[in-house]
């Protein structure tokens, strides 16, 4: 059994996705590694990286799975106890798998980690995330936020380059498969924190973030997607945080 499965989801975006790859074999190296890529688009990736990389596991569902779908595909294809989820727009490093794998070994109680995310020029990136609510959405609505302070909220890390225990995520059922798009790993982060899992972000270790790039084509449609599942968070989970 390998020690880790990386699992990337893409959707027509076949020179990120090259690149993010080629930087994923470079960085399991020297680890026990399965990379598994699932092909929600139609723009000659799976090809692409069949031929180039014949060791990644390619899965082509013939349709947009979406992000969540797409992961739960992915897991059924290795049994490896840590799952890495992983961005086409991250760049993925040695340093960063094996601090992932050192903090799930160190505690095993922790079920989500995250490395920090910095951007192209190294700045840093917003890695944790505060969970939506209906106050929230209002007060933002009112722009009231330099009036109203807000206690600190329950949050959860981006699910850029997130490493999950296997354990937690089969305990959660995986990916609630009724979300479009986005905001369903702050859904999966959730329901494991109920599970007792915690969450923790190593961050002594970097991983460059194009920040969305890999949606840059589709951009009114998946800011329709995030207002979705924003809203079906809230319905979902609102009052019981």
């Not at 930087?23 to 190296?29: E, F, P, S």
């Not at 139609?42 to 082509?60: C, F, I, M, N, Q």
């Not at 490395?115 to 959405?137: E, F, K, M, N, R």
């Amino acid at each position: 059994m390998s020690d880790i499965t990386v699992q990337i989801a893409t959707f027509n975006t076949l020179a990120m996705t090259m690149d993010c790859v080629e930087a994923t074999i470079a960085a399991t190296a020297t680890v026990d590694a399965d990379i598994v890529l699932v092909e929600n688009g139609s723009d000659g990736t799976a090809g692409a990286v069949k031929a180039r990389y014949p060791g990644v596991v390619v899965l082509e569902p013939g349709r947009n799975l979406g992000f969540g779908t797409a992961h739960n595909l992915a897991a059924q294809a290795s049994a490896a106890p840590i799952m890495l989820l992983l961005n086409t727009d991250a760049l993925l490093t040695p340093e960063a798998v094996a601090a992932g794998l050192a903090a799930m070994a160190d505690d095993p109680e922790v079920g989500l980690v995250s490395p920090q995310l910095v951007h192209p020029d190294g700045s840093t990136q917003q890695t944790w995330h505060a969970y939506p609510s209906t106050g929230i959405q209002w007060i933002a609505a009112l722009r009231l936020n330099r009036f109203v302070r807000l206690r600190v909220r329950p949050r959860f890390l981006s699910g850029t380059c997130l490493f999950i225990r296997r354990e937690a995520f089969e305990q959660a059922h995986g990916f609630d498969e009724d979300f479009p798009m986005y905001w369903e790993e702050a859904d999966l982060s959730l329901r494991v924190h109920r599970l007792g899992w915690r969450s923790t972000l190593a961050p002594d270790v970097s991983v460059v973030h194009g920040t969305g790039k890999s949606g840059d084509n589709y951009r009114r449609l998946l800011t329709a997607h995030a207002y979705a599942g924003r809203l079906r968070f809230i319905r979902k989970h609102d009052g019981l945080l």
